[in-house]
C-alpha cells in the first residue's frame, strides 16, 4: 500500500509492508501528527491507540527513511538517519526520496493518508 506523508506543505511517498502491524496502521489512516525531534535521528509522533505486533520480529536495526512502530511507547517513528538495533521497534514501510524536510530542527506539522489506486 503506498501512503502519502505531507509535512508542512511538502509531500513524500511510502510504501507500507504487508504485516500485521503495517496493516493496522493503515486502518488509522488519514491521520493528523505533530512529529517531534527525537535523538537527532527521528522524528516521533504518539498514535491515538496501540498496533498490534502480531508476528513481528523481535526488534529491527532501521535505516535513513524507514517508518517504524515503537511498541513499548505506542509510537510512529519516521528515520531520518540509520539507528542501532532496537528491541521491539516494528518496521511499517519505506519512504521514497528526499529526507530533508524530515531533518528540519523542531516540530513538524505531519498528515498521512493512503494513496487511492486509479479507478478507485
Excluded: C, Q
Aim: avoid cysteine; charge should be neutral.
Amino acid at each position: 500500500m503506498k501512503i502519502r506523508l505531507i509535512l508542512d506543505g511538502r509531500t513524500l511517498t511510502a510504501t507500507l509492508d504487508d504485516t500485521p502491524t503495517a496493516r493496522d496502521f493503515a486502518a488509522l489512516l488519514p491521520l493528523r501528527l505533530r512529529l517531534d525531534d527525537y535523538a537527532a535521528t527521528e522524528k516521533i509522533a504518539d498514535l491515538p491507540r496501540k498496533l498490534t505486533t502480531e508476528g513481528a520480529p523481535a526488534g529491527h536495526t532501521p535505516s535513513a527513511g524507514d517508518l517504524a512502530y515503537y511498541a513499548p511507547w505506542g509510537n510512529l517513528a519516521i528515520f531520518h538517519r540509520d539507528f542501532r538495533y532496537s528491541e521491539r521497534l516494528v518496521r511499517l514501510g519505506r519512504l521514497e526520496g528526499d529526507l530533508a524536510a524530515l531533518r528540519a530542527p523542531g516540530a513538524l506539522n505531519a498528515t498521512l493518508e493512503r494513496i487511492e489506486a486509479a479507478g478507485r
